[in-house]
T-cell receptor, first 113, second 113 residues
């Protein structure tokens, strides 16, 4: 059974710092991995999708990496801003054509102005 | 381009009642998945529909059911509501067919009293 873990559960950093969020998964046979952010009481916003054949993806100040063999992904946020405060979730998809996502427990990020 | 639309946004129901939630996916998306989010269990997969057929189902009791229409809109039904069904229900749409970036709606907050 695939298990996805995100550590730490909560993180506070001063504005302007670069930071890394971690995601680990137990079964390396994934099809892709997706990072989301969730604001309180809201839905999920897709940030980055990494296919299993890729090592990283970038969008603006965000960079996500994937190491399938070690079962790890990281989300790097450069020059953090108060608007980055949210819960960040990673999710893995196991098979081609199988849309089911297995989610991590999330990291609640607070950027201190 | 309109995003994923879920209705209603909020619901309050009494134990024993039933409820129907609706999800309209992004135009052109054929896959709709449903998730339940609670503070204790996080995000859990309920089921996925693709071209009006249920392709995947999570570990939820038979009280939870769904369907998808020919226009890809989906409904989820919960019968004989229990207090533990109180949660944020999220719908995700994707193209399907192996292109699995998921886009989520704002969710329906269900409270069972």
């Amino acid at each position: 059974k695939q298990e996805v873990t995100q550590i730490p559960a909560a993180l506070s950093v001063p504005e302007g710092e670069n930071l890394v969020l971690n995601c680990s998964f137990t079964d390396s046979a994934i099809y892709n991995l997706q990072w989301f952010r969730q604001d309180p009481g809201k839905g999920l916003t897709s940030l980055l999708l990494i296919q299993s054949s890729q090592r990283e993806q970038t969008s603006g100040r965000l960079n996500a990496s994937l190491d399938k063999s070690s079962g790890r992904s990281t989300l790097y946020i450069a020059a953090s801003q108060p608007g980055d405060s949210a819960t960040y979730l990673c999710a893995v998809c196991l098979n081609f054509g199988n849309e089911k996502l297995t989610f991590g427990t999330g990291t609640r990020l607070t950027i201190i102005p | 381009k309109a995003g994923v639309t879920q209705t209603p946004r909020y619901l309050i129901k009494t134990r024993g009642q039933q409820v129907t939630l609706s999800c309209s996916p992004i135009s052109g998306h054929r896959s709709v998945s449903w998730y339940q989010q609670t503070p204790g269990q996080g995000l859990q997969f309920l089921f996925e529909y693709f071209s009006e057929t249920q392709r995947n189902k999570g570990n939820f009791p038979g009280r939870f059911s769904g369907r998808q229409f020919s226009n890809s809109r989906s409904e989820m039904n919960v019968s004989t509501l229990e207090l533990g069904d109180s949660a944020l229900y999220l719908c995700a749409s994707s193209l399907g067919g192996g292109i699995t970036e998921a886009f989520f709606g704002q969710g329906t907050r269900l409270t069972v009293v």
